[in-house]
């Protein structure tokens, strides 16, 4: 529990990690720290990753393709999610982004073709290129009043997606 910071690349590719357990005390999970662990190649139950309480930075492709990732619970202690941070867990159904959050990172949810469900604080004011591009899974989608910039290719090639509520703003 001492661990406050897993540094880049720390477990990258390590594709047979079948589950983590976070430290209590950890602030930064940094960059590709996680890339390509759990993948359903090699038959990994899916799972919950629960962030702990007090992270404050999850950095770029720090989960990048895992794939047996079935939720996520980011605390309200995030300030970042970085670029490509959940790009390709394909298992991932939902999420909810934290009020904590101003900025959805490019590509930080792409191909996470079962996701079905994402709230939107109303302390973003950005959703970056291609950030939930791929999610073919998602049928509706609430832009809160606070976002004043939605990126290129923000939900492209989301093919299910029939509801869109974009504020005046």
């Known amino acids: 529990d001492s661990v406050e910071y897993i540094g880049r690349g720390a477990f990258y590719n390590c594709g047979k990690i079948f589950s983590i357990m976070l430290p209590k005390n950890l602030k930064v999970i940094g960059d590709y720290a996680f890339y390509g662990c759990m993948s359903a190649n090699f038959g990994a139950a899916k799972y919950d990753l629960i962030i702990p309480e007090g992270t404050e930075s999850i950095g770029r492709s720090a989960f990048y393709q895992c794939e047996c990732i079935l939720s996520v619970s980011i ?48 302390s973003v004011t950005c959703i970056e290129s291609g950030a939930f591009g791929g999610c073919t899974s998602l049928t509706s989608i609430v832009i809160p009043d606070s976002v004043t910039s939605i990126g290129d290719s923000a939900f492209s090639n989301c093919s299910n997606l029939t509801s869109i509520t974009i504020p005046d703003s």
């Open 75 to 122: 605390p309200g202690s995030v300030k970042t999610i970085g670029d490509y941070a959940f790009y390709g867990c394909t298992s991932l159904t939902s999420i909810v982004i934290p009020d904590s959050v101003t900025s959805i990172c490019d590509h930080a949810f792409y191909d996470c073709r079962n996701l079905t469900s994402i709230v939107i604080p109303n």
